[in-house]
């Protein structure tokens, strides 16, 4: 959520909470500009999360599909079983620098 403070110059002071734990802060000359900047930095902020999120989920779901494919690998699962988990593979999202 965006801070909005007045100065004493009558300027205002946006602040929004970074992930990282800094604050990212502009000063602007009308709330409705501090305002507008405070919802761009939390949006980008939001994508970004979104995106690392997808990130861990691809890499988390790529670990166990390697792990059930050695099993398949070693005979312990179907056929069918086989077929269901690539076609689970195909259903998520690419990992970070695939197409």
């Known amino acids: 959520m965006t ?3 007045r100065l004493p110059s009558g300027e205002w ?12 802060t ?5 709330v409705e500009e501090a305002a507008d ?3 761009e930095v939390e949006a980008d902020r ?13 890499r988390t779901a790529d670990l166990a599909l390697a792990a059930l ?13 086989r077929v269901d988990l690539r076609r689970i593979a195909a259903s998520l999202p690419p990992a970070d620098g695939e197409p």
């Open 69 to 81: 494919e050695r099993l398949a690998r070693r005979g312990l699962l179907s056929e069918q079983q």
């Open 26 to 30: 502009r000063i602007l000359p009308t």
């Open 13 to 24: 002071r946006a602040t929004v909470l970074l992930d990282t734990g800094r604050t990212a």
């Open 46 to 58: 939001n994508v970004e999360r979104a995106s690392r999120r997808d990130a861990d989920a691809r």
């Open 3 to 5: 801070s909005l403070d």
């Open 37 to 39: 900047w405070g919802m």
